[in-house]
Protein backbone atom coordinates (compact mmCIF):
# COMPACT_ATOMS: atom_id res chain seq x y z
CA UNK A 1 0.00 0.00 0.00
CA UNK A 2 1.05 3.40 -0.84
CA UNK A 3 1.97 5.87 2.04
CA UNK A 4 2.07 9.53 1.85
CA UNK A 5 2.84 11.54 4.76
CA UNK A 6 0.61 14.95 4.64
CA UNK A 7 2.48 17.31 6.56
CA UNK A 8 2.66 20.46 6.63
CA UNK A 9 3.99 21.26 10.33
CA UNK A 10 5.71 18.07 11.38
CA UNK A 11 8.73 16.18 10.58
CA UNK A 12 8.38 12.49 10.62
CA UNK A 13 10.72 9.77 12.54
CA UNK A 14 9.98 6.13 12.68
CA UNK A 15 10.48 4.72 16.35
CA UNK A 16 11.08 0.62 16.47
CA UNK A 17 8.64 0.64 13.08
CA UNK A 18 5.93 2.95 14.50
CA UNK A 19 5.82 6.41 12.83
CA UNK A 20 5.44 9.09 15.24
CA UNK A 21 5.51 12.80 14.62
CA UNK A 22 7.65 15.75 16.68
CA UNK A 23 6.17 19.08 16.45
CA UNK A 24 9.01 21.21 15.04
CA UNK A 25 8.35 23.71 18.19
CA UNK A 26 7.89 21.58 21.80
CA UNK A 27 9.60 17.91 20.58
CA UNK A 28 6.88 16.13 22.02
CA UNK A 29 6.07 13.21 20.16
CA UNK A 30 2.63 11.76 19.40
CA UNK A 31 1.30 9.09 16.51
CA UNK A 32 -0.11 10.64 13.70
CA UNK A 33 -3.89 9.75 12.83
CA UNK A 34 -3.63 6.94 9.90
CA UNK A 35 -6.44 7.22 7.06
CA UNK A 36 -6.95 4.58 4.45
CA UNK A 37 -8.79 5.35 1.53
CA UNK A 38 -9.50 5.26 -1.65
CA UNK A 39 -7.82 8.47 -3.59
CA UNK A 40 -11.01 9.16 -6.07
CA UNK A 41 -13.50 8.28 -3.98
CA UNK A 42 -15.88 11.26 -3.11
CA UNK A 43 -16.40 9.62 0.64
CA UNK A 44 -12.75 9.69 0.87
CA UNK A 45 -12.47 13.46 -0.34
CA UNK A 46 -14.65 14.45 2.00
CA UNK A 47 -12.56 13.25 4.69
CA UNK A 48 -9.31 14.41 3.55
CA UNK A 49 -11.15 17.84 2.79
CA UNK A 50 -12.31 18.40 6.40
CA UNK A 51 -8.81 17.44 7.99
CA UNK A 52 -7.33 19.78 5.77
CA UNK A 53 -9.85 22.64 6.45
CA UNK A 54 -8.92 22.07 10.37
CA UNK A 55 -5.07 22.27 9.40
CA UNK A 56 -5.02 18.51 10.79
CA UNK A 57 -1.61 16.32 9.58
CA UNK A 58 -2.09 12.33 8.98
CA UNK A 59 -0.77 9.62 7.19
CA UNK A 60 -2.56 8.37 3.99
CA UNK A 61 -2.57 4.97 2.87
CA UNK A 62 -4.48 3.65 -0.52
CA UNK A 63 -6.94 1.21 0.17
CA UNK A 64 -7.87 -1.23 -2.99
CA UNK A 65 -11.63 -2.61 -2.80
CA UNK A 66 -12.00 -6.04 -2.29
CA UNK A 67 -8.14 -6.73 -2.51
CA UNK A 68 -7.49 -4.68 0.93
CA UNK A 69 -10.39 -5.46 2.75
CA UNK A 70 -9.01 -8.86 4.11
CA UNK A 71 -6.21 -7.44 5.18
CA UNK A 72 -7.45 -4.67 7.13
CA UNK A 73 -10.43 -7.17 8.95
CA UNK A 74 -6.89 -8.59 10.03
CA UNK A 75 -5.30 -5.63 10.84
CA UNK A 76 -8.19 -4.56 13.34
CA UNK A 77 -9.88 -7.81 13.84
CA UNK A 78 -12.84 -7.42 12.69
CA UNK A 79 -14.50 -10.53 11.37
CA UNK A 80 -17.99 -9.86 11.22
CA UNK A 81 -18.97 -5.98 10.98
CA UNK A 82 -19.37 -4.30 7.44
CA UNK A 83 -15.74 -2.38 7.37
CA UNK A 84 -15.86 0.60 4.40
CA UNK A 85 -13.11 3.54 4.13
CA UNK A 86 -12.47 6.24 4.94
CA UNK A 87 -11.42 5.07 8.27
CA UNK A 88 -8.87 6.40 10.63
CA UNK A 89 -6.83 4.95 13.18
CA UNK A 90 -5.89 7.41 15.95
CA UNK A 91 -4.06 7.39 18.84
CA UNK A 92 -7.13 6.44 20.86
CA UNK A 93 -9.62 4.72 18.48
CA UNK A 94 -10.50 3.47 15.31
CA UNK A 95 -12.99 5.92 12.90
CA UNK A 96 -15.23 4.07 10.75
CA UNK A 97 -16.67 6.53 8.51
CA UNK A 98 -15.82 9.86 7.16
CA UNK A 99 -18.61 11.48 9.44
CA UNK A 100 -16.86 10.01 12.23
CA UNK A 101 -13.67 11.28 11.26
CA UNK A 102 -15.28 14.84 10.31
CA UNK A 103 -16.21 15.01 13.90
CA UNK A 104 -12.51 13.83 14.58
CA UNK A 105 -11.21 17.35 12.27
CA UNK A 106 -14.03 19.65 14.58
CA UNK A 107 -12.51 18.37 17.65
CA UNK A 108 -8.89 18.47 17.23
CA UNK A 109 -8.40 21.06 14.30
CA UNK A 110 -8.44 24.73 14.33
CA UNK A 111 -10.08 27.59 12.54
CA UNK A 112 -13.70 27.64 11.27
CA UNK A 113 -15.57 24.98 13.46
CA UNK A 114 -17.71 22.25 10.53
CA UNK A 115 -20.30 22.62 13.16
CA UNK A 116 -20.92 18.65 13.08
CA UNK A 117 -23.51 18.93 16.14
CA UNK A 118 -25.99 20.92 13.80
CA UNK A 119 -29.14 19.12 12.78
CA UNK A 120 -28.69 20.22 9.49
CA UNK A 121 -24.95 19.47 8.76
CA UNK A 122 -26.61 15.89 9.30
CA UNK A 123 -29.53 16.01 6.78
CA UNK A 124 -27.11 17.50 4.41
CA UNK A 125 -24.27 14.81 4.96
CA UNK A 126 -27.30 12.22 5.03
CA UNK A 127 -28.58 13.81 1.51
CA UNK A 128 -24.93 13.53 -0.40
CA UNK A 129 -24.37 10.49 0.67
CA UNK A 130 -27.61 9.07 -0.75
CA UNK A 131 -26.58 10.99 -3.71
CA UNK A 132 -23.11 8.87 -3.59
CA UNK A 133 -25.24 6.06 -3.23
CA UNK A 134 -27.70 6.06 -6.57
CA UNK A 135 -24.69 7.16 -8.53
CA UNK A 136 -22.42 4.79 -7.47
CA UNK A 137 -24.97 2.06 -8.84
CA UNK A 138 -25.42 4.57 -11.99
CA UNK A 139 -21.39 4.25 -12.69
CA UNK A 140 -21.32 0.48 -11.70
CA UNK A 141 -23.84 -0.01 -14.45
CA UNK A 142 -22.32 1.89 -17.16
CA UNK A 143 -19.30 1.23 -16.68
CA UNK A 144 -19.56 -2.33 -17.81
CA UNK A 145 -20.55 -1.49 -20.93
CA UNK A 146 -17.53 0.66 -21.55
CA UNK A 147 -14.03 -1.31 -22.26
CA UNK A 148 -11.44 1.91 -21.82
CA UNK A 149 -13.07 2.64 -18.68
CA UNK A 150 -13.17 -0.58 -17.03
CA UNK A 151 -9.50 -1.24 -17.83
CA UNK A 152 -8.75 2.38 -16.09
CA UNK A 153 -10.83 0.98 -13.07
CA UNK A 154 -8.71 -1.28 -12.49
CA UNK A 155 -5.66 -0.78 -9.86
CA UNK A 156 -2.63 0.57 -12.31
CA UNK A 157 -0.54 -2.73 -11.59
CA UNK A 158 -3.34 -4.97 -13.36
CA UNK A 159 -4.29 -2.63 -15.96
CA UNK A 160 -2.31 -4.48 -18.74
CA UNK A 161 -2.90 -7.98 -17.58
CA UNK A 162 -4.48 -10.47 -19.63
CA UNK A 163 -7.92 -10.59 -17.98
CA UNK A 164 -7.67 -7.42 -16.74
CA UNK A 165 -11.48 -6.32 -17.80
CA UNK A 166 -12.80 -9.59 -16.39
CA UNK A 167 -11.66 -8.70 -12.92
CA UNK A 168 -12.94 -5.42 -13.51
CA UNK A 169 -16.24 -6.77 -14.10
CA UNK A 170 -16.21 -8.50 -10.85
CA UNK A 171 -15.15 -5.45 -9.06
CA UNK A 172 -18.18 -3.82 -10.79
CA UNK A 173 -20.86 -7.21 -9.44
CA UNK A 174 -19.26 -6.64 -5.99
CA UNK A 175 -20.27 -2.97 -5.90
CA UNK A 176 -23.54 -4.26 -7.06
CA UNK A 177 -23.90 -7.00 -4.44
CA UNK A 178 -22.54 -5.06 -1.69
CA UNK A 179 -24.29 -1.67 -2.01
CA UNK A 180 -27.67 -2.09 -3.50
CA UNK A 181 -30.70 0.78 -3.30
CA UNK A 182 -34.00 0.50 -3.08
CA UNK A 183 -34.51 2.18 -6.58
CA UNK A 184 -35.20 0.53 -10.14
CA UNK A 185 -32.58 1.97 -12.60
CA UNK A 186 -34.74 3.69 -14.90
CA UNK A 187 -35.05 6.18 -11.31
CA UNK A 188 -31.61 6.50 -10.91
CA UNK A 189 -31.47 9.47 -12.59
CA UNK A 190 -34.70 11.30 -11.37
CA UNK A 191 -34.14 10.29 -7.79
CA UNK A 192 -30.77 12.18 -7.67
CA UNK A 193 -32.56 15.43 -9.68
CA UNK A 194 -34.77 15.61 -6.91
CA UNK A 195 -32.08 15.66 -4.25
CA UNK A 196 -30.29 18.11 -6.40
CA UNK A 197 -33.20 20.17 -6.21
CA UNK A 198 -33.37 19.98 -2.87
CA UNK A 199 -29.56 21.73 -2.80
CA UNK A 200 -30.42 24.50 -4.84
CA UNK A 201 -33.44 25.72 -2.67
CA UNK A 202 -30.88 25.22 0.36
CA UNK A 203 -28.84 27.28 -1.13
CA UNK A 204 -31.12 29.65 -2.62
CA UNK A 205 -28.72 31.67 -4.65
CA UNK A 206 -26.22 32.01 -0.59
CA UNK A 207 -22.66 31.07 -0.94
CA UNK A 208 -23.47 28.28 1.98
CA UNK A 209 -25.82 25.84 3.23
CA UNK A 210 -25.95 27.43 6.69
CA UNK A 211 -25.41 31.02 7.36
CA UNK A 212 -21.17 29.70 7.85
CA UNK A 213 -19.01 27.46 6.04
CA UNK A 214 -19.60 23.88 7.16
CA UNK A 215 -19.13 20.42 6.77
CA UNK A 216 -22.42 20.46 4.92
CA UNK A 217 -20.76 22.25 1.82
CA UNK A 218 -17.85 19.61 2.03
CA UNK A 219 -19.93 16.80 1.79
CA UNK A 220 -22.22 18.42 -0.93
CA UNK A 221 -19.62 19.70 -3.17
CA UNK A 222 -17.83 16.67 -3.09
CA UNK A 223 -20.77 14.29 -4.19
CA UNK A 224 -21.24 16.49 -7.30
CA UNK A 225 -18.21 14.55 -8.55
CA UNK A 226 -20.83 11.99 -9.63
CA UNK A 227 -22.37 14.52 -11.55
CA UNK A 228 -19.37 16.47 -13.24
CA UNK A 229 -16.18 15.47 -12.21
CA UNK A 230 -13.90 18.80 -10.89
CA UNK A 231 -10.82 19.53 -12.75
CA UNK A 232 -8.27 17.30 -13.19
CA UNK A 233 -5.41 17.53 -9.81
CA UNK A 234 -8.84 18.28 -7.43
CA UNK A 235 -10.16 14.36 -6.68
CA UNK A 236 -7.58 12.04 -8.39
CA UNK A 237 -9.81 10.43 -11.29
CA UNK A 238 -8.41 8.90 -14.44
CA UNK A 239 -9.93 10.38 -17.76
CA UNK A 240 -10.93 7.22 -19.31
CA UNK A 241 -13.26 7.53 -16.29
CA UNK A 242 -15.02 10.89 -16.71
CA UNK A 243 -17.64 9.88 -19.00
CA UNK A 244 -19.17 7.46 -16.78
CA UNK A 245 -18.57 9.68 -13.50
CA UNK A 246 -20.13 12.64 -15.06
CA UNK A 247 -24.45 12.70 -16.04
CA UNK A 248 -25.04 14.56 -19.11
CA UNK A 249 -28.76 15.25 -18.63
CA UNK A 250 -28.00 15.89 -14.50
CA UNK A 251 -24.86 18.09 -15.14
CA UNK A 252 -26.70 20.10 -17.87
CA UNK A 253 -29.86 20.87 -15.09
CA UNK A 254 -27.79 21.22 -12.46
CA UNK A 255 -25.02 23.65 -14.19
CA UNK A 256 -25.00 26.06 -11.37
CA UNK A 257 -24.46 23.56 -8.70
CA UNK A 258 -21.77 22.33 -10.40
CA UNK A 259 -20.23 25.70 -10.31
CA UNK A 260 -21.49 26.70 -6.70
CA UNK A 261 -19.13 23.35 -6.38
CA UNK A 262 -16.03 24.72 -8.37
CA UNK A 263 -16.25 28.26 -6.35
CA UNK A 264 -16.57 26.77 -2.94
CA UNK A 265 -13.39 24.41 -3.28
CA UNK A 266 -11.56 27.69 -4.00
CA UNK A 267 -13.46 29.07 -1.21
CA UNK A 268 -13.10 26.60 1.63
CA UNK A 269 -9.06 25.16 0.65
CA UNK A 270 -11.02 21.88 -0.81
CA UNK A 271 -6.67 19.84 -0.90
CA UNK A 272 -5.71 19.31 -4.30
CA UNK A 273 -4.46 15.43 -4.27
N1 LIG B 1 -20.94 5.56 5.38
C1 LIG B 1 -19.60 5.30 4.91
C2 LIG B 1 -19.66 4.87 3.46
C3 LIG B 1 -18.31 4.75 2.78
C4 LIG B 1 -18.36 3.83 1.58
O1 LIG B 1 -19.44 3.45 1.10
N2 LIG B 1 -17.17 3.43 1.10
C5 LIG B 1 -17.08 2.56 -0.03
C6 LIG B 1 -16.68 3.43 -1.22
S1 LIG B 1 -17.14 2.70 -2.72
C7 LIG B 1 -15.99 1.50 0.20
O2 LIG B 1 -15.32 1.52 1.20
N3 LIG B 1 -15.81 0.56 -0.76
C8 LIG B 1 -14.74 -0.40 -0.72
C9 LIG B 1 -15.14 -1.81 -0.38
O3 LIG B 1 -16.33 -2.10 -0.18
O4 LIG B 1 -14.23 -2.65 -0.35
C10 LIG B 1 -18.77 6.57 5.11
O5 LIG B 1 -19.36 7.65 5.09
O6 LIG B 1 -17.56 6.48 5.32
Known amino acids: MKNQLICEHWCETVVAGIVVETTLDTGKQVQLPHMFGISYSPWTYKSRWALANRGLAYRYSEYTPMISKWMMRMRLRCWSESLTVPLMMTEQETLFSSWDIGVFAEQHGTGNPLQMADPRVQHWNRLSDRILELGRIRISLSIRHEPNALKAALPSGLRWIPGGRMIARQGVNYML ?40 DLAVASCLQMVRPVAAGIIPLNSDLHSVWAESTLSASFDDLCHWRDETMRELNAPLL
Open 177 to 216: KTYPVDVAEDQLIEQTATLLAEVRAGLAGKPYLLEQPSYA
